[in-house]
């Protein structure tokens, strides 16, 4: 891990506060970045390379509203064959590069049948629907993970700018096939009003590390059973760039606004 910090350190800006883990089909994030650089995986010693579709494999570092901020620009997940505590490494970069902050963010699919396609969903709350660590029905987690004062901050934020932001639970299911309709009858029952096959071994890493979290999902498709359409991977990385308008808008004003430590 030593050689690979040195490596990304020595490329980035000083004073990085903010990371930012961005999901299929988000990554035109990194526009918005001044005296942008990208490291690109496969050039960072012990580094690995992210292999799907949609997810580019970079770090992607430089400056907006005066804070220094890196970009992963692609992740690993567990259905890669990551080992789950492996599937987080992007976060232990973060943290050795002194990030207070991590901006979580993803592709989901939408539970519940009265949202939008491409609305955005902030998590304060996650289940864990991947039965990797215990086999009993998992129960929402939520008491001392999701910082209220932050998920408020960030409400009032998405207000302000007009972007429609639902608030929700976050459900994670290892992949990589889509969930079947009674899996999506389930997670809802459980709670559960979006769903996806990355970000908890990430959000669990944040927690342990002490890290401030904001986890933000871009819902792309109505979950298994809930519209009647099947879901192709084409098609949630279609929409998460159509939404991204308003994803971009969001990030962009948190980092404004975000006061950091
Ligand atoms: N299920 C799981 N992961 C996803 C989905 C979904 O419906 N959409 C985007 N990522």
């Known amino acids: 891990m030593n050689t690979t910090i040195q490596y990304?350190?020595?490329?980035c800006p000083d004073n990085i506060k903010i990371g930012i883990v961005l999901g299929s089909g988000l990554n035109a994030f990194c526009n918005s970045l001044e005296s942008k650089i990208s490291i690109s995986y496969n050039d960072i010693p012990g580094f690995r390379q992210a292999s799907v579709k949609g997810h580019k494999g970079e770090f992607v570092s430089g400056s907006l509203h005066n804070h220094n901020i890196i970009c992963a620009n692609g992740r690993f997940h567990y259905y890669?064959?990551?080992?789950?505590n492996d599937v987080a490494v992007i976060i232990d970069v973060f943290k050795a590069l002194g990030c207070d902050l991590v901006i979580m963010t993803n592709a989901s699919g939408c539970v519940i049948k009265e949202w939008k396609v491409g609305d955005l969903m902030l998590i304060n709350g996650h289940l864990d629907y991947s039965f990797t660590k215990s086999k009993n029905k998992p129960t929402i987690?939520?008491?001392?993970?999701?910082d209220n004062s932050l998920l408020s901050k960030v409400i009032e934020i998405a207000r302000e700018k007009n972007v429609t932001l639902r608030e929700g639970i976050y459900t994670w299911t290892t992949g990589p096939s889509y969930e079947t309709i009674s899996e999506i009858e389930e997670i809802k029952q459980l709670g559960g009003h979006a769903v996806g096959m990355s970000g908890l071994p990430e959000i669990e890493r944040i927690y342990n590390l002490n890290m401030k979290m904001i986890g933000l999902c871009c819902l792309t498709n109505h979950a298994s059973g809930i519209s009647g359409k099947e879901l192709t991977h084409s098609e949630v990385v279609e929409k998460a760039q159509n939404s991204h308008t308003d994803f971009i808008k969001l990030l962009n004003a948190i980092i404004e606004q975000i006061e950091i430590n």
């Open 141 to 146: 987690i939520s008491d001392g993970w999701y």
């Open 80 to 84: 890669e064959g990551y080992k789950y």
């Open 8 to 11: 990304i350190k020595q490329k």
